[in-house]
């Protein structure tokens, strides 16, 4: 099992990142999906999740009317559409197979930094 993140980076407030993550070695069409995070000097936290047909998608309070979770089976990847991004966001995204801060395994991660 692999999964890849990609589409970090260093953005201002209110800007704008799409995160993908690659997934491999496994049926990827069959599981839920979640995207989880890791601010500095703090625990991981859910950010969202999505059903295995891309028809379910849920949010955490702190990103709901932001961010946009999403799928394509054909490709095997997942994504994240970060809008109106604050500095609270800055952290590292993970995907991970599976619901909440217990889904695993889990990518490198990808490294959102939100500032001026």
């Known amino acids: 099992v692999q999964l890849v993140e990609s589409g970090g980076g260093l953005v201002q407030p209110g800007g704008s990142l799409r995160l993908s993550c690659a997934a491999s070695?496994?049926?990827?069409?069959?599981?839920?999906m979640s995207w989880v995070r890791q601010a500095p000097g703090k625990g991981l936290e859910w950010v969202s999740d999505i059903n295995s047909g891309g028809s379910t998608t849920r949010y955490a309070d702190s990103v709901k009317g932001r961010f946009t979770i999403a799928r394509d089976n054909a490709k095997n990847t997942l994504y994240l559409q970060m809008n109106s991004l604050k500095p609270e966001d800055t952290a590292l995204y993970y995907c991970?197979?599976?619901?909440?801060?217990?889904?695993?395994?889990r990518g490198q991660g990808t490294q959102v930094t939100v500032s001026s």
């Open positions: 991970a197979r599976g619901l909440g801060t217990t889904a695993w395994p």
């Open positions: 070695g496994f049926t990827f069409s069959m599981y839920y």
